[in-house]
């Protein structure tokens, strides 16, 4: 699926048909519509983000269910957190990269990334689940010293994969050609090495795609729905 630079009519305006030069940063700061929009998805990530310690350490306190899994029985559980997250980082660094130049782009996934968290919230909230069997603490130091506030380590935020979606998100975002081919094959790699540390189940890696569809095809929704109020 191809996502070229959006022009500034049609970003700003799904209704606009004129064409239009792509959009640029000093363009796009010029429209109130876009300047709004930003900052009202930078102040509902920031909220987001200031409630999910508390989310996080609710989840890992409740009880959960154990899913049966042939694959996590089948396969050997290691400790990869290191290439996991080199992996990670490598590939979050270069779709935002690629975003950055691109404010159009930038802002669609700014807004995908908020109702990815949100769905993810809402599946954590219905479908409790103890850790897979032969679960090797995954570490990332970054996200456990600002988002996991629990007296012992988060091993149940399991349905569905947050750093799968995470990657495949940007993939979506990014223009189709080398770097979200790259993108691919690092939420490929992604998902795989979750699985040999049995940190999650392999439903929680198979469910990310869907989830990440409708958060990219809710984002459009947001993008209409912003334009409106912003007229």
């Not at 103890?130 to 629990?150: H, I, Q, W």
């Not at 050609?177 to 999650?200: E, F, Y």
Request: charged share 10%.
């Amino acid at each position: 699926m191809s996502t070229p630079d959006i022009p500034v009519a049609s970003a700003l305006n799904p209704t606009a048909n004129r064409p239009a030069a792509p959009l640029t940063w000093p363009t796009a700061w010029r429209q109130p519509a876009f300047r709004a929009r930003l900052g009202l998805v930078l102040l509902l990530l920031l909220a987001l983000a200031s409630q999910l310690p508390r989310y996080f350490a609710w989840v890992q306190a409740r009880p959960g269910y154990h899913l049966p899994d042939p694959l996590l029985v089948w396969l050997p559980a290691h400790d990869v957190s290191g290439a996991t997250f080199v992996v990670i980082y490598l590939g979050i660094a270069l779709g935002v990269a690629t975003l950055l130049p691109r404010p159009a782009l930038l802002l669609r996934a700014l807004w995908a990334y908020l109702l990815l968290q949100l769905l993810r919230c809402a599946t954590l909230w219905l479908l409790p689940l103890e850790p897979p069997p032969g679960l090797v603490l995954l570490r990332d130091p970054l996200v456990d010293y600002l988002f996991y506030a629990a007296p012992s380590p988060i091993t149940k935020d399991l349905f569905f994969s947050g750093h799968t979606a995470t990657l495949l998100l940007l993939a979506l975002a990014v223009p189709a050609g080398l770097r979200r081919r790259l993108l691919l094959l690092a939420t490929g790699a992604v998902g795989t090495l979750v699985l040999i540390q049995h940190a999650h189940y392999t439903y929680d890696v198979l469910a990310a795609p869907l989830f990440v569809w409708l958060a990219w095809r809710g984002s459009a929704w947001a993008w209409a729905w912003a334009w409106k109020e912003s007229c």
